[in-house]
C-alpha cells in the first residue's frame, strides 16, 4: 500500500500541469476527492508562459473540495497558496473572506453584524424618535382642542371636530400620509417628506388622542364642574384648574398606549421617502440580505417601545397619586 | 329692612315636569331659612337656580337689591353674561351634599382656589385667609392632606371652609350631612351654627329636623315644586300642623 501510494507520488511528480488535471479529474468522477485534492495541490504554479488559468483552476478547486469536506483550515491553505502567487487575484480574496466566514462561531458572526449595522440603525432611529416626540407633543394639544370642540355645545364646532375625528381615525394612516406626500401637490401643495410625516402623524394622533380626552373629561364627576362654576369660575377656568389636571390619571393609560402604537406607526413614513429607523433596515437588508439587520431595528423598535413603556408607568404613579395621599 | 334676595313666581321644568313651580321668596339679610321636603320635591332645582346652575324659565330673581342673574331679551328670561353670573356666584357660596371637593388639590390648596383664581388674590394672601377659614371650621391641621384621606364630615368641614373663603353674602346647603355617617352629622352642624351665629344668610336643605328647629327663623315645607307650607320652627315643630300632609311628612321623619 505504502509503494504503491509513493509510487503514484513519483509518477505524479513527473506529470505534467494537463496531465495532474486530468487525472484529477478522473479521481473526482470516480469520487476519491481525497486523491483529486491532492492531484489539484500539485499543479504547479505557471513560469513565464505558463498557463495561470489552469493553476488558479486548481487551487481554487482543492479548496472547495476542503470546503465541502468541512476542513476549513485546509481550505485556508490551499486559497492561501494561490495568494502567495497571485496575492491580487479577486476570486482568491473573496472566497478566503467566505471561508473564514463559515468558519466564525455564530455568536462571533452576530457580534460583526452587529457591530457593523448597529451605528446606521440608530442614525435612522434619530428621525424616528424626532417623528415619535414631535407627535408626542402636538397630538396632546390638537387632541385637546378637538376634544373641546366636541363638547363645547357650539354646534359648528362640534361638527367639525366630530368630522374631523371621523376622517383621521376612519381611515388607515398609510393612506392619509400618501394623500399629504402624493396627493396634495395635485392641488398645488407641494410638501416635503418631513413636512408630510409630520402633518400626518400629528393630525392622525391629534384625532386618536381627542377621543381619549374627551372620554376623559366626561368621566369626571359632574360635582367637580358644579363646585367650580358655584364658586365663581368660568367655564375656561373650570376645565383648566379643575377638570382637565383630573383628566390625567384617567387617560395616561391609554394614552401610554398610543404613544406605544406611535413608535411602531412611524415606520410607515418610511413609505414617503422618509429615512428612519425602518427604511434604513430595509436598505440594509437589501444590500446584505442578512437577517440580522431586521432583527437589530426590531432590538431598536422594542428598545424604545419598553422605555416609553416604563417611563410612562412611573408618570402614571406619579399622577395618580392624590388618591392615595 | 331690603331683602337680600328675592324670588318671584320661579319656574324651573325638565321637559313637562315642572320642578320648580312658581315659587315666590324673600331672604332676609342674616335670616336663616331651612327648607324640608321629600325627595323630589324641587329643593335641589330651588338652590340651582339661585345661583344659576340650573336656569330658571321664568321668574324673576333680585340679589341685593338689583336684578340678578337673568335678563329679558325679546320678551324671554335668558341667563345673563357669563361674566355677571361669575360675579353674582361669588357672592353666594354653595354645598353641596357630596362636598365636591377638587381630589387633585390639597385641602389648602383647595380653599385657597376660588380667591386666586376667581378673585385674583396672591397666593401667599390666599393662603392666609385659608389658614383662616380652615380654623375656623377646625381642620387648620390638614392643610396639607388630600381630601381622599379625610372622613367625610371633615370634607365637609373643608367644603364649607372653601366656600367662606370667596367671603359670600350668603351660602346655600343642600343636604350637607345627607351623605355622612351619623356619628359625623354633628361636627358639619356645629360648623354651621357656628357661621349662623355669626349672621351668615344661609338657605339650608335638611332631612334633619333637630337642626332645623334648632337654627332656623323661617322652615319651608317644599312638594311637587311648590311651597306647601312657611313658618317660624314654633309653627312646625311645637303644635300639630295644618296641613296633614306637612303633619305626616315630620311625623314619619322624627
Ligand atoms: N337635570 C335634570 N333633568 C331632569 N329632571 C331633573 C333634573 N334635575 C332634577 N330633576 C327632576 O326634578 C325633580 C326635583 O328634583 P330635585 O330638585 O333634585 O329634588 P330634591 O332635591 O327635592 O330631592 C325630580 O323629579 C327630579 O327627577
Ligand atoms: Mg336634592
Redesign the interface.
Known sequence: MALLLLFLCTVARAASPDELMRRAGDAMAAGDLDAAVELYMQVPAPDKNGDEGQFVNARMQAARLHFALKRFERAIEAVDSLLEVYPDNIEAKSYRGAVVDAMMPEWKKLLRDTVHFVPALLKGSLMTLLLVFFTMLVSPIGGLLIALGRISGIAAASRLCWFIIWIFRGTPLLLQLFFIYYGLPAIGITLKPIPSALIGLGLNYSAYLAEIIRSGIQSIDKGQMEAAQAMGMSYRQAMRRVIIPQTYRVILPPVTNEFIALIKDTALVSTIAMVELMRTADQLFNASFNVTVLALAACVYLMFTTVFTFAFERLERRVGAYEER | MQPLIELENVVKAFGEHRAVDNVSLSINKGEKVVIIGPSGSGKSTLLRTI?C?EPMDSGAMRFAGKPAGYVKRDGKLVPDK??NI??L??RI??V?Q?F??????SVARNVM??PV???GESKPRARETAMDMLGKVGMEGFAD??P??LSGGQKQRV?IA??LA?KPEMILFDEPTSALDPELVGEVFDTIKQLAVEGMTMVIVTHNMGFAREIADTVIFMENGSFLAKGTPADFFDRQCDDPRVQSFIDKIF
Open positions: 345661583n346652575l357669563p361674566k361669575c360675579a356666584r361669588t357660596g354653595m353641596f357630596q365636591n371637593l377638587f381630589p387633585h388639590m382656589e376660588g383664581t376667581v378673585l392632606r388630600y381622599a384621606s367644603a372653601r366656600a370667596m
